[in-house]
């Protein structure tokens, strides 16, 4: 099976890659003939290949291959009969590797801010091969691209040399007399390409007037002030609003992406969402030079606390973060 999705060129050995292929092998049948001058035995069992992401769990995509084996001299020659049936030209692995990139841009393209948010998880916990792996399928025509080439820059540092495939290979002893080594999940097949480190620019703290707490943007062309921060405790939510100009005339609709938000006694709020949107992200459009409104909420509030002591934010891949922000309850 390994020799198989060799042939795709979807198999990379590194021990980082978070794309696996993941296979397993159920027996429908075994029996044995009786009573005859030769003893003949005929096995069957479905070969079960599964695309997955140990890291945030996702299946993307599963396909089953049928498999028997018939052979003289009882059900351990049946076995390595029905082994020796995998063969590598078999077009079904060809299909299956194609299909699941696709599964897997597919994905991506959908669940952008939930990638974003779980490569940053990696990086803070230093995982930052599997952080590089993880973003290295996202594509040019997903709406968070920019942000990933931004994030991807960040973890260059930290790498020997920057990932080019995102495939990890297993090798998993199944209940038959051979091995069945675990090709790598074929993920998408990356185009080499140059990636930019953003330049590092001086933090500028904005402390912001009439209590709406201090604002740091730590990039340049780009204005963020809070008007104001109310609470809701018969919806449980917070709503906040903000002011937002963007000077970057070549950009007129940048990626927006909540990140977190914190309470005085250290308590991670988790539920965020975005200009009344079920998501903490998506492309918003700001044109050049004009103070634009951006609205977000904050839900499953159970506490009337004071203040949110630190919430952050990303807006064309620029951090924004706004300390000892004041919540006024209503």
Not at 9 to 37: K, L, Y
Not at 135 to 163: R, T
Not at 165 to 187: F, G, L, N, S, Y
Not at 309 to 319: A, H
């Amino acid at each position: 099976m390994l020799a198989a999705l060799s042939r795709t060129e979807a198999v990379d050995m590194s021990q980082h890659n978070v794309f696996h292929i993941i296979p397993t092998i159920d027996f429908t049948e075994a029996a044995e003939t009786e009573g005859m001058i030769r003893e003949v035995a005929r096995v069957q069992a479905d070969l079960k290949l599964a695309a997955c992401n140990p890291v945030d769990g996702t299946v993307y995509h599963m396909v089953t291959i049928p498999l028997k084996g018939s052979a003289a001299g009882g059900k351990d020659a049946a076995m390595r009969k029905l082994a020796n049936s995998l063969k590598p030209t078999d077009p079904v692995f060809v299909r299956f590797v194609r299909t699941s990139r696709q599964r897997i841009q597919d994905h991506y393209a959908e669940n952008c801010g939930n990638i974003i948010a779980q490569a940053q998880r990696l990086k803070g916990m230093g995982r930052y091969a599997e952080a590089a792996s993880y973003l290295s399928a996202v594509s040019p025509s997903v709406a968070c691209f920019d942000q990933s080439e931004a994030l991807l820059g960040e973890l260059m540092p930290y790498l020997s040399q920057k990932p080019d495939t995102v495939v990890v290979v297993e090798q998993v002893e199944v209940p038959v007399e051979t091995i069945v080594e675990v090709p790598a999940q074929p993920d998408t097949v990356v185009v080499e390409k140059v990636v930019e480190v953003p330049v590092d620019t001086p933090k500028r703290k904005n402390p912001v007037g009439g209590g709406h707490g201090i604002v740091t943007i730590e990039g340049q062309d780009l204005e963020f002030e809070i008007l104001s921060c109310v609470g809701d405790m018969t919806r449980h939510a917070i709503n906040i609003s903000a002011r937002v100009t963007n000077t970057l005339s070549d950009n007129p609709k940048p990626y927006v992406y909540l990140v977190n938000a914190f309470t005085p006694s250290g308590t991670e709020l988790t539920k965020l969402s975005l200009d009344g949107q079920s998501g903490r992200s998506r492309n918003i459009s700001m044109p050049y030079g004009v103070p634009v409104t951006v609205k977000f909420s904050i839900t499953d509030v159970r506490d009337r606390i004071d203040m949110l002591t630190y919430l952050e934010l990303s807006i064309r891949s620029i951090r924004v973060s706004v300390r000892e922000l004041p919540v006024r309850w209503r």
